[in-house]
């Protein structure tokens, strides 16, 4: 199956969530959360989010709050596993194992990072391909890689189907992307590496990938279509710099006095661009979305259905 077969067969008109220049994903997460849970309710499923938090890192305890609710919300099974920072690597695993052969659970989610102690990948490994929620598995890595369809990690999928559903649209938002220049600032397996992956195999772009060791990045900025920002560290991307008319995404959250923002200082940047992703409201929505969608994908899969969601 080709590699976007695994994003949601949606098309919304953009006007319910482009606001003027803004991709507005929490607005287009509303929309799919609607059309899962709908979908959910043509059958008789009742899909099974697991998540696993480790220690009390503040912003994973938000995160997770996050999706618990986004999963009620749907009519899911929701079940959050709260362990002590200290927790052993083999405790950990043995709840995934439980996790795996819980009929009831369909997607199982370790919320990162972990404690420098665990050995992370052993740990991601450890849920099966079937059960992954994240696209993290070496499976599901692998499928992406080679451009067919699999469990996606959801905030790069989340920014591919805001992409796809542009150019999938007609009138003014409408955005030829095929051939264009997209450049990925940030190599994490999370974003940047998955991003490149969707961008090339699903939108049949012109990827660079780009990153803490990049010469004179600045020179990749000025000439990108499509600009990721997946840094995770502010002041990285010189705003002047940015093609005009580019549509910039930018996947960073920050809290700076109390105030969420992203990578780049989007305010600068608004009246050059053609889009944007706004942060808070952008990317963020859509990642808890794309995992409530994984997570019904697999529960349909797990009931011998392949359905796509029309
Ligand atoms: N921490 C930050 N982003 C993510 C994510 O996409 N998945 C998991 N499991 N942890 C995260």
Redesign the pocket.
């Given at each position: 199956m080709p590699l976007f077969d695994a994003l949601p067969r949606t098309a919304f008109d953009p006007g319910l969530w482009v606001d003027g220049k803004k991709l507005m994903g929490k607005k287009l997460a509303e929309l799919l959360r609607h059309h899962i849970k709908e979908e959910t309710a043509k059958t008789s499923l009742k899909p099974g989010l697991a998540v696993i938090l480790v220690g009390a890192d503040a912003a994973?305890q938000i995160?997770v709050a996050g999706k618990e609710k986004a999963a009620l919300e749907l009519g899911f099974d929701s079940r959050i596993v709260r362990l002590p920072a200290d927790v052993t690597q083999e405790a950990l695993v043995s709840e995934i194992h439980r996790f795996n052969l819980d009929n009831s659970i369909h997607g199982i989610?370790?919320?990162?990072?972990l404690p420098e102690h665990l050995n992370e990948s052993q740990i991601l490994q450890a849920i099966t391909a079937e059960k992954d929620a994240?696209g993290?598995h070496y499976l599901n890595q692998g499928k992406l890689a080679a451009g067919i369809a699999a469990t996606l990690?959801?905030?790069p999928a989340g920014v591919a189907l805001m992409l796809r559903e542009l150019v999938a649209s007609n009138g003014v938002h409408h955005a030829d992307l095929i051939g264009r220049h997209a450049v990925v600032v940030g190599r994490s397996n999370?974003v940047g590496k998955p991003m490149a992956q969707l961008l090339l195999s699903g939108l049949n772009m012109t990827v660079t990938m780009c990153h803490s060791k990049t010469h004179n990045l600045q020179r990749f900025v000025a000439d990108a279509d499509v600009l990721i920002s997946a840094t995770g560290v502010r002041g990285v991307i010189d705003e002047s710099q940015i093609k005009a008319g580019a549509i910039v995404i930018d996947v960073g959250m920050h809290r700076i006095d109390g105030k969420v923002t992203g990578d780049l200082n989007l305010a600068a940047i608004e009246s050059r661009v053609s889009l944007y992703t706004p942060v808070p409201g952008g990317v963020g929505p859509m990642?808890i979305a794309m995992l409530l969608y994984n997570t019904y994908q697999n529960a349909m899969r797990a009931a011998g259905n392949t359905r796509q969601i029309a």
């Open positions: 994973s995160y989610l370790v919320q990162l990072p994240d993290f990690p959801c905030t999370i990642t």
